[in-house]
């Protein structure tokens, strides 16, 4: 029976692992997403079945190992299958266990259904370590569950940490302090804060939050990228035709490529090919691209990848560089002669100052489909814009197990509310 639990939780760490890199993959949709979380899920329900014998010679073991997606693994068994001294001590690691520790099993309490979690949570938010503090809060942001007057009392927090956590908050900010704090913090020289402010503000609809996303895009600093996306998906046709301009700064290139993918502009995609021979961006052009046109990179379309070079001899290899590929790895490369041909074709399809998605006109229909047939990878922002286009009614938590997401979609779709697609210059109030 021993023999089959550890089983369990080997798998369980390894599908762990790989379902939180389907979050993020340019490959994985949905619901390639939902079949690897289902094979995750019956794992550790194998765990939970294995009562006392698995809790104490495999799971409480698991949770200060150095491996954080078997630290994760073992909190969620734990949680699931056990009582309160199984929650005690899962309690004394997220208190008091390294950082690893902690963080592995604060993502557990984010993606465990546990009701007992809340008060014991709220509590924390009190601790004298601030690290816990931030880490309670973080959990039950995640799960819906701040106290909205402790969210008010942290936005007024000396510490920039505190205010970001309430500012990253899944709700919308309440009405008085949109209107009476959110004009210093969208300045405020604290490091992260006027960033998290301005994306707070977006979705709360504030012009004052979009002019101070246009200018973190204009002029840079921290928060660039992002603001980059927003100004693609929230901009008109000149805002988009002003993020082409940037594609003549190569360290701003691959981020103006990825932001541009969202704009869903045809003029856009013209752009895309001129850095389709680009070997430093030719992916991230082709995502872009066939994001606006719908183009399939396969078949002709896509360059047959070259041989594996050849290993690097071991006194010549960086030993601590990270081995596992970002998202963009697995993206095709395009070819670019072949891409050319059927957009000179499909172009006459394409109207200017209509943003696309896969080739169709983008309106609320088609956002809300997106989220169940892009690529993980791109979902994450296109949730962002459900969050912002339905001023926070609508959340989807793209970094939660799908049958939380799947509900919150389904909600989306069940309110039959139709929001403006058009630029957000034309939709926020002061």
Known sequence: MMDVLEEHLDE??????????????????????????????????????????????????????????????????????????????????????EAVQRTAVGRALELSAKNEL?????????????????????????????????????LHHDDAEHVIAALRDVRPLPRDIVNGLLPQLLVDPRSGVSGAAIMAGLVCGTRMAWN????????????????????????????????????????????????????????????????????????LAGEAFSAITGLKLEGEYQRVPEETEALIPLEQEDLDANLVPPPEASLPIPVRSTVEAWWRKARKNFERGIRYL????LDTAALLAALE?????????????????????????????????HAELAAARAART?????????NFGN
Not at 46 to 75: F, K, N, Q, W, Y
Not at 122 to 147: I, S, W
Not at 358 to 361: A, C, I, K, L, Q
Not at 378 to 392: C, D, F, K, W
């Open 418 to 426: 139709s929001f403006s697609m058009g630029p957000f210059a034309k």
């Open 12 to 97: 369980a760490t390894f599908l762990w692992s790989q379902w939180e890199r389907a979050l993020v993959s340019a490959e994985c949709d949905l619901q390639a997403t939902t079949r690897r979380e289902e094979r995750l899920l019956a794992h550790l329900d194998g765990l939970v079945v294995g009562g006392e014998s698995a809790m104490s010679e495999l799971l409480l073991p698991g949770l200060t190992t150095d491996e954080s997606e078997r630290i994760s693994a073992s909190t969620f068994a734990l949680l699931a299958g056990n009582g309160a001294p199984a929650l005690e001590k899962v309690l004394q690691v997220f208190d008091m266990g």
């Open 212 to 283: 101070a996303c246009r200018r973190v895009a204009e002029e840079g600093g921290p928060g660039r990228r992002q603001c980059l996306v927003m100004l693609a998906l929230g901009g008109d046709e000149q805002d988009s035709e002003w993020l082409v301009g940037l594609l003549r700064q190569p360290k701003l290139r691959p981020d103006v490529l990825w932001a541009l993918g969202f704009s869903g502009q045809s003029s856009v995609a013209d752009a895309c090919l001129e850095w389709m021979d680009d070997p430093q961006v030719a992916a």
């Open 358 to 361: 896969r080739g169709s006109r």
């Open 118 to 154: 809340e008060p014991v949570l709220r509590r924390r938010l009190a601790a004298d370590d601030k690290a816990l503090q931030l880490m309670a809060f973080q959990v039950l942001a995640f799960r819906g569950e701040v106290p909205q007057e402790t969210r008010k009392e942290w």
């Open 373 to 405: 047939r892009e690529p993980m990878r791109r979902r994450h922002v296109l949730a962002l814009e459900l969050y912002i286009r339905s001023r926070g009614a609508h959340a989807v938590q793209t970094r939660a197990f799908m049958g939380r997401q």
